[in-house]
């Protein structure tokens, strides 16, 4: 008999969930993780003043370039040398890329994944979401429907806390809502402007994972509100945004039925034939490069997309000879993301007498209007923008001598506003992951290979999304407006740029065009999961962590419903 029930593969966003729900419900469970264990009173470095930080927090650049050089490109905003251990080595876990491919891989190996790396932006997708790929035929059909996935993101929206306002839009369903961060003057104003202009187009408050009205679940949990302190990406010791470290775990972990192992690096599964189950994770230590097998009556792999694409295509058996719960064919194919590279800047005149106060943690959101109130002819989907509005301060280098000196810097300069887009990516079979034949990383893991490509679809759509931005500011009696409207495909952003990647083992009906069923489950292994970005079948336009989140929650207790059945 197995000493464990469930082994989970990564506690990041998903996996923490898949944790937390199965332990709750009594199993006994294993979490491998290949990084080390975070513990926020150690490792979080929040409330330290920026002169108590090696290099003021910069991380030097020999470093950077050596251990980390793609995130010091894709996501340098968000690198630094106190929350670097959050980051994976990429000299120890590397990738290759075929031809001309283009592919920004950012991850975190730590506990907590990257529920401690993201921006927290969190929206449902869509009922249009789940039915998109069947009506234009991109993709497979999701084998769920919107109203399938309701009831569990409002379960994980109770326990995460979203900060949000109650909009009413189809588009865009509103989620169990704490209280919104309000928006500053400028923002009214615009929102009222570019509204009256189109009605089809709406802005509204960001929404994000931070505790505005903390529920006293999340009190019991340690978890407080959020101060509004900006220093997210060094962890929050209030707990304030959700990251499984703080919330998930913690949950998972008050059960007594939680065993949690860092540096372990899973090399792949162990499938067993005469069952036709997984029996086993082959895991390298990494620190030490000894190796274990850890035994379990089901398993979950939560590694983010990439990583678990790569794991199952390692997974190789008599029966599974190009990686395990492939007779598709698709295991490592069909990856998307979202697309940015459109977008506009302006200064908006007025509100002189106007400062904002205090920080946030999010601005404004313009849903999706394009192919839902509006058509456009020129390309399938559609996209969102993100952004907001503020005032520059006191720079202290202005240009000048004396009393000229001192007023020009102690004047604030005029009110910006800003918009991006994030787009959607069709999903293409082409698009795919692959094992290099002999390249390996330190641990003789074979390295991943990522041959990708956007399209003229997702061209034309940031195309458009640069003109309808300059559209919107221009009715909002912006001045010295800045379109992006991107000329070619070089213009927009690479596979992997937006931290989005999804889709290396999705979800479908069919056994022989998709891996998984409609409860994450492989088509082919009954006690094999898999339960992060890796099983969508589209990525909507939305940052996809809270439908993650939804996903995870609803198939570990399908799993665990299959366990106390007696069905596996």
Request: proline share 5%.
């Given at each position: 008999?197995a ?11 998903s996996?923490g969930w898949?944790a ?17 264990k975070i513990i926020?009173?150690e490792?979080?470095t929040?409330m330290k ?11 030097p650049?020999d ?13 340098g905003?968000a690198l630094?040398?106190?929350?670097k251990?959050f980051?994976?080595r990429e ?6 890329t ?7 891989w950012?991850?975190g ?5 990257k529920s401690?790396?993201?921006s ?5 997708l869509?009922?249009?979401d ?6 234009d035929?991109h993709?497979?059909?999701?084998p769920?429907r919107y109203?399938?996935l309701?009831?569990?993101?409002e379960h994980v929206?109770?326990?995460a ?9 189809p588009q865009?369903p509103d989620s169990v809502f704490?209280p919104?961060?309000?928006m ?12 009256a202009a189109?009605?089809?187009r709406n ?9 505005t009205?903390?529920t006293q ?16 990406n060094?962890?929050c010791?209030f707990g ?7 919330a998930?775990l913690?949950a998972?972990?008050?059960t007594?039925?939680?065993t949690h ?7 792949s599964l ?8 997984v029996?086993?994770v ?9 190796r274990?097998?850890?035994t379990?009556?089901?398993f ?8 678990t ?5 390692n997974?190789t058996?008599?029966?599974?000879p190009?990686g ?5 064919g ?11 590279g459109?977008?506009?800047s302006g200064?908006v005149p ?6 904002r106060a ?6 404004i959101?313009?849903?999706r209007?394009?192919?839902i109130?509006e058509d456009e002819?020129k390309f ?6 993100q952004?907001g509005a503020?005032?520059?301060g006191?720079t202290?280098?202005?240009?000048g001598v004396?009393?000229?000196f001192k ?5 604030p300069?005029?009110?910006?506003i800003?918009?991006?887009a ?7 079979e082409?698009n795919?992951?692959y094992?290099h034949?002999?390249?390996k990383d330190a ?11 956007m399209?003229?679809n997702e061209?034309?759509?940031m195309?458009?999304?640069?003109e309808?931005a300059g ?25 992997g740029?937006?931290?989005h990647?999804?889709?290396t083992?999705?979800m479908?009906?069919d056994?022989?065009s ?5 409860w ?5 292994v009954?006690?094999l ?7 969508m079948?589209?990525?909507g336009?939305?940052?996809?962590s809270?439908?993650y989140m ?17 069905l596996?």
């Open positions: 008999m000493k464990f029930d469930a082994i989970v593969i990564g506690s990041g966003m996996g898949v937390k729900e199965l332990a709750e419900r009594g199993l006994k469970v294993l979490i491998l993780d290949r990084g080390k926020p009173t490792d979080f929040d003043h920026p002169w108590e930080l090696s290099n003021f927090d910069r991380i650049m470093e950077a370039k050596e251990k980390y050089a793609m995130v010091s490109k894709g996501a905003y630094h040398d106190s929350n251990h980051w994976a000299d120890l876990s590397p990738y290759e075929e031809g001309e491919t283009k592919f920004n950012l991850r190996y730590s506990s907590g994944g401690l790396l993201w927290r932006q969190s929206y449902r869509g009922p249009q789940f039915t998109a790929n069947l009506e035929g993709g497979v059909d999701w769920i109203d399938d309701k009831p569990w993101y929206e109770t326990f806390g979203i900060a949000g306002n109650a909009d009413g839009l865009l704490q919104p961060f309000p500053n003057c400028v923002e009214k104003s615009v929102k009222a402007k570019i509204e189109f009605p089809t802005v509204i408050h960001a929404r994000c994972a931070h505790l009205e903390p679940e999340q009190y019991d949990l340690g978890r407080g509100k959020c101060q509004s302190r900006s220093h997210c060094r962890g010791s304030a945004y959700f990251s499984s470290v703080t998930t913690p998972a972990e008050r007594g039925n939680v192992i860092a540096y372990a690096v899973v090399d162990v499938y067993d034939g005469d069952t036709g189950l029996s086993g082959r895991v390298i230590d990494a620190n030490t490069k000894a274990t097998t850890y379990a009556r089901m979950f792999v939560s590694a983010g997309t990439i990583a694409g790569a794991i199952l295509l997974s058996s008599e029966h599974f190009t395990i719960a492939n007779g598709s698709q295991l490592g194919r069909n990856i998307i993301d979202h697309v940015s459109g977008g506009a200064i007025g509100f002189e007498d106007e400062y205090g920080r946030r943690p999010a601005g959101y313009i849903p209007f394009s192919n109130t002819p399938l989907r559609g996209f969102g923008y952004g503020g005032r520059s006191w202290g280098n202005r240009a004396g009393e000229d007023r020009a810097n102690r004047t300069g005029p009110w910006r800003g918009i991006g994030f787009g959607e990516v069709l999903p293409r082409e795919r992951m094992l034949a002999t390249k641990y003789g893991i074979p390295v991943p290979v990522f041959d990708t490509r399209s003229d061209l034309h759509m195309q458009r999304a640069g309808a559209e919107m500011l221009r009715a909002a009696g912006c001045t010295d407006i800045r379109v992006r409207i991107p000329e070619t495909i070089d213009d927009i952003t690479p596979m740029d937006r931290i990647e999804m889709g083992a999705r479908g009906r056994p022989s998709s891996v998984l069923n409609k994450n489950q492989t088509h082919e009954d006690n999961f898999v339960t992060d970005g890796a099983c079948a589209s990525s336009c939305q940052n996809p809270l439908t939804a996903i995870a929650a609803r198939a570990a207790h399908h799993a665990a419903d299959l366990l106390e059945k007696g596996l």
